[in-house]
């Protein structure tokens, strides 16, 4: 399992886009991707199981420097109180 950290900052109301790679073996577009928000009450560390869910984005596969891209729209920023959340991404890659 690997694990990464970034921090995007954004103003209320933006659309935020931001996207996942890998290098070894690189993303084909076969994998199963999900991904949850939720407030990032552990820091910068994977939440609990149990945290509630603030919203679960769609990835879309990009296959230039295949990578998969996630989106939270301006509504849904707009929607997020004032405060720090993480993305729970999850991989799964079928004969792994």
């Not at 993303?27 to 910068?44: H, L, M, R, Y």
């Not at 560390?45 to 729209?73: M, N, Q, R, Y």
Request: net charge negative; glycine share 8%; charged share 15%.
């Amino acid at each position: 399992m690997g694990s990464a950290v970034a921090t995007i900052e954004h103003i209320s109301g933006e659309t935020i886009t931001f996207g996942i790679r890998a290098s070894d073996p690189v993303f084909d577009g076969g994998e199963t991707i999900t991904c949850d928000v939720k407030a990032a009450t552990n820091q910068s560390k994977a939440p609990s199981p149990s945290e509630p869910v603030v919203l679960s984005l769609t990835p879309v596969f990009v296959a230039d420097g295949p990578h998969w891209l996630f989106t939270i729209t301006a509504a849904q920023s707009a929607a997020l109180s004032a405060g720090s959340y993480i993305t729970d991404v999850k991989v799964l890659v079928s004969g792994i």
